[in-house]
């Protein structure tokens, strides 16, 4: 098992900016990815970005693109979600999900962290 935390939410203006970060830890050897989700009020759950625990190989949503970012640091066991231009719409829960496999669901998550865009 892989245990993860999430730090960095809040609030913020439109068009501001936020970073949130997940620290990985037990069985990190075990990462082949890690990935952001969000659940907004109401809403399902909606894969944001993710990347490669090896060869950095990210991937957003499209309605995400040029305006977040996401990086890893193996050294840290840490992934970062730098988000800039905000929108109200980006408000939701933000989570952290890793799983040790190319394919299929990601098998741990975080608690999540609250994102608020105030308009």
């Known amino acids: 098992q892989v245990q993860l935390v999430e730090s960095g939410g809040g609030l913020v203006q439109a068009g501001g900016s936020l970073s949130l970060s997940c620290a990985a830890s037990g069985r990190t050897f075990s990462i082949y990815d890690m990935g952001w989700f969000r659940q907004a009020p109401g809403k399902g759950r909606e894969f944001v970005a993710s990347v490669t625990w090896g060869a950095g190989r990210t991937n957003y949503l499209d309605s995400v693109k040029g305006r977040f970012t996401i990086s890893r640091d193996r050294a840290k066991n840490t992934v970062s979600l730098q988000m800039n231009s905000l929108k109200p719409e980006d408000t939701a829960v933000y989570l952290c999900?890793?799983?040790?496999?190319?394919?299929?669901?990601?098998?741990?998550w975080g608690q999540g962290t609250q994102v608020t865009v105030s308009p």
């Open positions: 999900a890793a799983r040790s496999r190319d394919v299929g669901p990601y098998d741990n």
